[in-house]
């Protein structure tokens, strides 16, 4: 693989997304239908935005690459506030296709691996060297990784704080639910990858 | 580890970790308590064993790391011949700690982490390279990875062959945060062993190719 030197992105354009996160997370915490879960499930987005911070100089992203983690940001803000049991859209899917639970939370995890997916390619690209298969393997274990972690996260949750833990967790009566989460991440990073190989196979020849 | 280079091998010592291994495996096999079981967990060893050998000249790795992933897989062996509820080591230790269920499969669940993510270390540096905490954060992000896969096969093989062994073969003993748990108790044991490993390397009394 030839080194590629990413195009760099101009300040001015993180600076507007780092306003439209602010406005985002804003917007999802005005009248949210349960404010001690929602600061729960924005303790992630916080390690989030430290990490894109932080890492803006050292493994800039593409655009591509910032724009794919905010639509992510916007999924799961809207999770954040209505709480992921009760978000309407996950209720109208119930209505329209006679499922038992909302399935929103579900969407989202797949959502995660089908968008976070290419951003981690782009940011550890520079950590693999000379190496095509290792990193998309890497690529897909810290997806699962992130999954395992954010399920042990809202299991201990339900330990220290029973009332919101039960919200948090979404288990929403699915014995399987932290499998199936998981299964649904793994889903989309390895959607997401089969398309980067694609795109690359296709620049190369 | 710069491409490709691994401490040097006693002659003797993979061969004979073979043999070992291939004599405690067939121990195993002899009168399990549910062949179903002892067949749906060998898959897993089966997996191992064909990828350390098909990675044994593209990636190979210290005599260290093969021990430890023989460790691990007779640890599992002794989960597959008993089934991991019925594991007699796990019944021993349950009063020690007030354990409610056996034990055991948690124990090598936290083996899976803290043994494999040598191998892991080991393999990953061929290829990866960056700051130190992430040099040594990344062979547990493989290890829980992996972890996660597990529990999504266990549950799904659970659905499939529900009838008949796959409840023993999945192992809840009615935690519902069993897989949680499995996984972080891997995450845990990778945990641990990197960061002694990583605190070894700074004091010196490790020379790990890092």
Same mark, same amino acid.
């Given at each position: 693989m030839a080194s590629v030197t990413p195009v760099p992105v101009p300040r001015r354009f993180l600076k507007g997304l780092a306003l439209f996160w602010l406005l985002v997370i804003a917007a999802s915490f005005l009248h949210a239908a349960n404010p001690v879960v929602w600061i729960l499930e924005n303790l992630p987005t916080i390690i989030a935005c430290l990490w894109l911070w932080i890492t803006s100089k050292s493994r800039p992203l593409s655009r591509t690459g910032y724009l794919l983690c905010t639509a992510f940001l916007v999924l799961h803000e809207i999770g954040a506030h209505y709480t992921y049991g009760r978000v309407p859209a996950g209720a109208w899917m119930a209505l329209q296709f006679h499922f038992t639970r909302n399935y929103y939370d579900r969407c989202v995890h797949f959502?995660?691996?089908?968008?976070?997916?290419?951003?981690?390619?782009?940011?550890?690209?520079?950590?693999?060297?000379?190496?095509?298969?290792?990193?998309?393997?890497?690529?897909?274990?810290?997806?699962?990784?992130?999954?395992?972690?954010?399920?042990?996260?809202?299991?201990?949750?339900?330990?220290?704080?029973?009332?919101?833990?039960?919200?948090?967790?979404?288990?929403?009566?699915?014995?399987?639910?932290?499998?199936?989460?998981?299964?649904?991440?793994?889903?989309?990073?390895?959607?997401?990858?089969?398309?980067?190989?694609?795109?690359?196979?296709?620049?190369?020849? | 580890m710069r491409n490709g280079e691994t401490s040097p091998s006693h002659p003797w010592f993979r061969p004979g970790l073979a043999i070992l291994f291939a004599v405690c495996w067939i121990l195993s096999a002899i009168h399990p308590v549910d062949m179903g079981v002892w067949l749906l967990e060998n898959v897993l060893t089966l997996q191992a064993v064909l990828w350390v050998w098909f990675t044994r000249r593209l990636l190979p790795l210290s005599d260290?790391?093969? @021990?430890? +992933?023989?460790?691990?897989?007779?640890?599992?062996?002794?989960?597959?011949?008993?089934?991991?509820?019925?594991?007699?080591?796990? @019944?021993? +230790?349950?009063p020690w700690f007030g354990l409610v269920r056996n034990d055991w499969d948690r124990i090598v669940h936290f083996a899976f982490g803290f043994l494999l993510v040598v191998p892991c270390y080991e393999s990953l540096r061929r290829f990866f390279n960056g700051p130190p905490w992430l040099v040594w954060l990344a062979p547990s992000i493989l290890i829980a990875g992996m972890s996660a896969f597990y529990e999504i096969a266990e549950a799904y093989a659970n659905l499939v062959l529900a009838p008949y062994t796959a409840a023993a073969y999945l192992s809840l003993q009615g935690d519902p945060f069993d897989s949680q748990n499995d996984m972080a108790m891997a995450v845990a044991g990778s945990m641990l062993a990197m960061t002694i490993a990583a605190l070894a390397q700074r004091r010196g009394t490790l020379s790990w190719q890092a």
């Open positions: 959502a995660f691996g089908l968008l976070i997916s290419y951003p981690l390619w782009e940011s550890f690209r520079r950590n693999m060297r000379n190496s095509v298969l290792p990193l998309y393997l890497l690529v897909l274990a810290i997806v699962m990784w992130f999954g395992a972690l954010y399920e042990i996260a809202e299991a201990l949750a339900l330990m220290l704080a029973p009332d919101a833990g039960a919200v948090f967790l979404a288990q929403q009566g699915d014995p399987f639910d932290s499998q199936n989460d998981m299964a649904c991440a793994m889903l989309g990073s390895l959607i997401a990858l089969s398309f980067i190989a694609l795109a690359r196979m296709r620049r190369q020849t | 260290l790391s093969y @021990f430890l +992933i023989a460790a691990f897989l007779l640890m599992h062996e002794v989960g597959a011949h008993y089934t991991y509820e019925l594991v007699p080591i796990g @019944f021993w +230790i349950k």
